[in-house]
């Protein structure tokens, strides 16, 4: 398990500290040969949802337990040196193209998950219970004398063939987040099952998923269905996951059922979380030997008018809190469009290889908006965005929602724009003339460029002549000096234009531009937040 994914599953989890915990959960007596042992129950989607929802009608008790010294005191590489013995897999002797093995409490991962075997035939479910026999612990610090009674699991990963041996294709672990591969075998960015309050008066709340049911897959299939139990002191949910592992991406079709236990100030449906430290539009932190470094470069976004927009990251200097509103939207996601390794030279985390993650809303999900969440971050190790659909309507206790919606783990999402999509954004000192240096030949007047690409949707068709007028609005300040160039690389078009204040504001200057010739729009929106220096900096080197 890579570094980010571990450190980033450590902090939600940390975010429940100062929490009462319970003991260790009573021991069961291991027995049999195979790995599900428990005994046989009946289980339906149904009966979850119903157990949920009368679950969200009772006081939330924390199921966190206090683990013994040798699990709660290891350093990440300890608890990553933990391995799960392949010969106890859930379907090993099935020996099919998937697999699923689970990973084990220890450091910040304290709530034991509980896993069930389902035949989809009978329906029955046994419980997997843990068990130290499970796993290796030849190359960890971990006292085994201490693992005493039944600890649980604090998630699972699943391996497709024929990567059984090397790889997992996804992995669910810490809370309620989850996360899947793109084809090139890297890790990205995260979903999680639902954010609470992530932007509120009140402390961000983290739902655990405390339960799963694996339903076993056919031995040639590449999809399988998992249930999962969510449970946290502001609302409960029953959730089917049907995923399906392609050649060239993951898409999880899921059904939640969101019961809420008190009111909810702000609901995080289908969250996602990322990172985005520096990119070309963005240089602040870029001071490594990266150009860039990102998990995702843009939230793009398809409104339930039927508009594109493209919204570049940013890596603010102070917290940033951004809503879009909307009417049933089509899709959005956390976007890495950019897969060539001369943007980063990291041979280290591959970002050129990291997939994108798109949400497709399977249901009407009426009014709300699309938040995204934008934070300070100093490295790479630490996840700084968040977006997430939010309803318009009030939470309040007793209330119930259905939610159905596609997750597109790929390294592009599985629709775009039939018009030109933004290619890059570019930002830089402005004030002069393209090819001479500040103060040259120009008034030293203080100003900010920008270079927005375009690209695709028929621009290389247009014919030669044809005039490209640029729609530009910004909030705050003057926009002025456009120049509009062919780019015979992209096949596209670069629009450049300076930004310059008329106050001393230091307020976000929200810019909005498209183009156009005559009367046909060309292009996907282009949303872009920039942060004006203070007035004391407005000037060159």
């Known amino acids: 398990m890579h570094r980010r994914n571990l450190l980033k599953a450590s902090m939600a989890i940390a975010a429940y500290t100062g929490l009462s915990a319970s003991g260790l959960m009573a021991a069961h007596a291991w027995a049999g ?26 006081r939330y008790v924390d199921t966190k337990q206090v683990l013994p010294p040798t699990l709660a005191n290891m350093s990440p590489l300890q608890f990553n040196a933990i391995k799960y013995d392949g010969n106890h897999s859930l379907w090993n002797k099935l020996n099919g193209q998937l697999d699923v093995r689970f990973f084990h409490v ?16 009978t329906r029955q479910s046994s419980e997997v219970h843990f068990h130290p026999s499970l796993f290796n612990y030849q190359k960890t610090t971990v006292d085994t004398n201490q693992l005493k009674g039944d600890l649980g699991f604090a998630g699972f990963q ?47 709340e983290f739902p655990d998923f405390t339960k799963f049911w694996f339903e076993t897959p056919d031995k040639d299939s590449t999809r399988f269905v998992v249930y999962a139990l969510l449970d946290s002191p502001s609302a409960t949910g029953a959730y089917r996951f049907d995923i399906d592992c392609q050649a060239n991406q993951v898409v999880m079709t899921i059904d939640a059922h ?24 963005e240089r602040r932190m870029c001071d ?6 990102h998990d995702s470069d843009r939230l793009a976004m398809w409104r339930g008018n039927g508009e594109w927009i493209c919204r570049p990251l940013n890596n603010p200097a102070t917290l940033q809190f951004n809503a879009f509103a909307d009417t049933d939207p089509k899709g959005f996601g956390l976007v890495q469009t950019d897969h060539e390794f001369d943007s980063y030279q990291d041979t280290v985390d591959w970002y050129n290889r990291r997939p994108s993650l798109w949400v497709e809303p399977t249901t009407a999900w009426g009014e709300g908006s699309i938040n995204l969440l934008e934070l300070s971050t100093t490295g790479e190790t630490l996840d700084n965005i ?7 309507k009030t939470i309040t206790a007793g209330d119930s929602l259905n939610y159905g919606y596609k997750l597109y783990w790929s390294p592009l999402p599985p629709v775009s724009t039939p018009l030109a999509r933004v290619n890059a954004t570019r930002s830089g000192m402005g004030g002069f003339i393209e090819g001479w240096a500040p103060g040259e030949h ?9 270079a927005v690409d375009f690209t695709g949707g028929g621009l290389e068709r247009l014919p030669e002549g044809t005039s490209i007028e640029p729609i530009l609005t910004a909030s705050n ?13 992209i096949k596209g078009y670069r629009v450049i234009f300076d930004w310059y204040p008329t106050d001393d504001s230091v307020a976000p200057v929200e810019l909005r531009l498209f183009i156009r010739t005559h009367d046909r729009t060309l292009s996907e929106t282009w949303l872009y937040q920039y942060f004006p220096p203070a007035p004391d900096k407005r000037k060159y080197p």
């Not at 497709?160 to 672990?173: N, R, T, V």
């Not at 120009?442 to 920008?450: D, M």
């Not at 300040?477 to 690389?489: A, C, R, S």
């Open 477 to 489: 300040g003057q926009v002025k000096d456009f120049n509009v160039l062919p780019l015979e690389d």
């Open 258 to 281: 969101i019961n809420a236990r008190s009111a909810i100030e702000q609901l995080g449906i289908a969250p996602m979380t990322s990172m985005f430290s520096c990119g070309t539009h």
């Open 386 to 392: 968040v977006a997430f659909w939010t309803p318009k």
């Open 33 to 58: 040969t195979d790995t599900a042992d428990g005994e046989a129950k009946t289980f339906d989607f149904e009966a979850l949802k119903a157990q949920a929802k009368q679950l969200a009608g009772s």
């Open 106 to 121: 220890g450091m910040g991962f304290k709530q034991p998950v509980r896993m069930f075997s389902v035949d989809p035939k």
């Open 442 to 450: 120009y008034p030293e007047v203080w100003a900010r460029r920008f």
């Open 288 to 293: 490594t030997i990266h150009p860039e470094i």
């Open 158 to 204: 699943l391996f497709k063939a024929p990567e059984l041996d090397k790889h997992d294709e996804l992995s669910f672990l810490g809370a309620s987040y989850f996360r899947a591969m793109g084809p090139d075998g890297q890790y990205g960015l995260s979903a999680r099952g639902l954010a609470i309050d992530t932007y509120a008066k009140r402390q961000e």
